[in-house]
């Protein structure tokens, strides 16, 4: 079956601009998470949904970072006004439920920052 | 503060070798743990967990790894590495109750030489 996909791949923005990362999880699955992975880290926790809500925020980084779930499905992460180091990869992943459920990954987002 | 220490950040072993990747947490809770995979060009996927019960589990491919409370680790294991096994580990925590978070480790590379 499908596995989790995400979109852009690779995305090369200038400083100051916003950007937009989309995810598009396992269907039926209710948990979905996303990361971030710099040179040499890491998976850093940003985000966690469970359906549309999402009661773990406690990994943004900044409030120039956000995100949201329509549908229980798609999720995008949005950074506003993008800096240098913001440059990483954004990992999603779903999975059928919090704390212990296995986690499916996608194939990430490569975000830099010019 | 909630941490996942891999000391081992570059692994090289000839096939055949034995594994022995460390993995140690900090956390005063109960924790499931998780290893995950990520060979190269692909996407992470997971290699082994533990939730309870016997603290000796098996994975795929031939990894088991050791909950050893006491010590707060978590030390994946294989007898005999294969070519095929060179990719990079990463050490997981999930605790069990009071957050949603997934804490991973920087993760190792291993690399396996034919």
């Known amino acids: 079956g499908a596995g989790v996909s995400q979109s852009p791949s690779n995305k090369v923005t200038e400083k100051g601009k916003d950007v937009e990362l989309r995810c598009d999880p396992i269907s039926g699955h209710t948990a979905l998470y996303w990361y971030r992975q710099s040179l040499g880290q890491g998976l850093e926790f940003l985000i966690y949904?469970?359906?549309?809500?999402?009661?773990?925020k406690s990994g943004l980084p900044s409030d120039r970072f956000s995100a949201e779930r329509t549908g229980g499905s798609v999720s995008t992460l949005t950074i506003q006004r993008t800096q240098q180091e913001d440059s990483a990869v954004y990992l999603c992943a779903s999975s059928e439920g919090p704390q212990g459920y296995e986690q499916y990954f996608g194939p990430g987002t490569r975000l830099t920052v010019t | 503060a909630q941490s996942v220490s891999q000391h081992n950040h570059h692994v090289i072993l000839s096939e055949a070798a034995s594994l022995e990747l460390g993995c140690n947490y900090s956390y005063g809770g109960t924790v499931n743990l998780f290893w995950y995979v990520q060979y190269p060009g692909q996407h992470l996927q997971l290699l082994l967990k533990y939730f309870s019960g016997d603290p000796l589990v098996k994975g795929i491919k031939g990894f088991e790894a050791e909950f050893i409370k006491s010590k707060f680790s978590f030390n994946l294991r294989k007898p005999s590495v294969q070519w095929s096994d060179t990719a990079e580990y990463f050490c997981a925590v999930s605790p069990t109750s009071g957050t949603y978070k997934y804490i991973f480790g920087t993760g190792t590379r291993l690399k396996v030489l034919a």
């Open positions: 949904f469970q359906g549309n809500s999402a009661p773990d």
